[in-house]
């Protein structure tokens, strides 16, 4: 997809792309916003535009990833931003996932042990991605908002070279959707299923922007926010 400008009418785009639908819900925009362009969305809601549309265009275009674009933005709004998207998980796309998926095994009494195992390892992962929420919710966010509040400026990002080449819970999810698309027998209401899967990959595909905004920026910011010497600038 083209890149977002502020002149891009928000509804076209999210037409063209509907998994935005749940990013500009984190921002404050619900549906309706008529012909109305990005700049003027941002204008009525007060919201930082560049920002806003830097989001977006990492969220769509699976290439982009402007970290030295997304450096410059005060570090407390991506705090903001992945506070409201753990927000986002816990209250509606796990829930989701995991009404779809136990109706479909309710649709067969429970008798299908292939999906009650398969429903099982899902819930598994939602304990696993949920407890990692309530840890920055409770551990990292703050910590990092009480240093941001101690540091005023600085000049560069020094990058994490021990950044995880993997993230258990999209190794999980992957792993999930593979057990369901190549795995699953027996009896079951195939449109139940595909709502399972078409709930998953959303929230796998969700969780992996996240994490590159996580652990490529973020992470950078709180290593820099450890040191004694500031060596990073928080503020545009």
């Not at 709004?77 to 506070?83: G, S």
């Not at 999980?172 to 990959?201: E, M, P, Q, R, W």
């Not at 996240?210 to 004694?228: E, F, K, S, T």
């Amino acid at each position: 997809m083209a890149l977002l400008h502020s002149d891009t009418c928000l509804s076209d785009a999210i037409l063209h792309d509907t998994s935005l639908i749940p990013v500009v819900a984190r921002f404050g925009i619900s549906l309706g916003m008529g012909d109305k362009s990005i700049g003027a969305v941002c204008a009525e809601r007060g919201l930082d535009t560049d920002f806003f549309i830097t989001i977006l265009n990492t969220f769509i275009n699976e290439n982009y990833f402007p970290e030295k674009r997304l450096q410059s933005f005060y570090a407390g709004l991506l705090i903001d931003y992945l506070t409201k998207t753990n927000l986002y998980y816990a209250k509606f796309q796990l829930p989701n996932v995991e009404r779809h998926f136990g109706k479909l095994v309710e649709w067969g009494d429970g008798e299908n042990g292939n999906l009650v195992a398969v429903f099982k390892f899902f819930e598994g992962v939602r304990k696993e991605l949920l407890a990692r929420i309530e840890s920055d919710k409770s551990v990292w966010f703050p910590v990092l908002r009480e240093r941001l509040r101690s540091y005023g400026h600085v000049t560069e990002i020094v990058p994490v070279i021990d950044l995880p080449t993997t993230d258990t819970v999209e190794e999980k999810l992957n792993d999930l959707l593979s057990l369901i698309v190549k795995h699953l027998t027996g009896d079951y209401d195939i449109n139940l299923c595909h709502a399972v899967i078409f709930a998953l990959c959303s929230l796998r595909n969700d969780i992996q922007q996240h994490n590159r905004i996580r652990n490529r920026i973020l992470r950078p910011v709180a290593a820099a926010l450890q040191c004694d010497s500031p060596i990073i600038s928080l503020q545009p």
